[in-house]
C-alpha cells in the first residue's frame, strides 16, 4: 500500500460504492490494512482513494476506538461551526484553514457489513468530514475560501 501522488486523477474523482454482495476483495483484511498504513503515516484519517482503491471507504482516528467506514453518509451536520487549520497525507506540508460542521450524525457500514448510525463532535466529526470529501473527489483545500486557501499555497510553496 502507498498514496498517490498528489495530482493523481483519482484525488479528484467520486469514488464507487463498496459491494457487499460482490466484493471485489476482503473488506475485514482492507479494513485492518487502511488503519495499518494511517497509523505507520501519522494519518488521522486516510480514504481508500489516497492509496489508489476506488470504493468509498475510508479509516479515521476515533475516541476512543478508530473506525473504517465503508459507503458512508453524512445524514445531519450542526448550524455551528468551527475554522480549523487541516493538513492531508496526500497533500504534505500544506496546511489550510477549512470551516466545518462541529457536530456531525452519520450512517456508514462496517468492514462485516453492518451499518451503524453515530453522532460525532469535535476532532472526529472534522476528521469524518475530510475523509468524507476524499470520497467525493473534493480536495480538501477547496473547502477552504479564498483568502485561507491562498494563504496555505504560499506558505506550501516556500
Known sequence: MELV????PILSTSCESFDFTNP???????????VKFMYENNGLGLAA???GVP???FAMRGMPENFVC?????????????????????Y?????????????????????????????IGMTARVFQHEYDHLDGIRFYDKANKFHRDQGMRKWKT
Open 5 to 8: 501522488k498528489k495530482d493523481n
Open 24 to 34: 471485489p476483495f476482503d473488506p475485514v483484511e482492507f479494513a485492518q490494512e487502511l
Open 49 to 51: 482513494n489516497q492509496v
Open 55 to 57: 470504493y468509498r471507504i
Open 70 to 90: 465503508f459507503n458512508p453518509k453524512i445524514v445531519g451536520l450542526s448550524k455551528d461551526t468551527v475554522v480549523l487549520e487541516e493538513g492531508c497525507l496526500s
Open 92 to 120: 504534505p506540508g500544506l496546511l489550510v484553514k477549512i470551516k466545518r460542521s462541529s457536530s456531525i450524525r452519520v450512517r456508514f457500514q462496517t468492514p462485516n457489513g453492518g451499518t451503524e448510525t453515530k453522532q460525532f
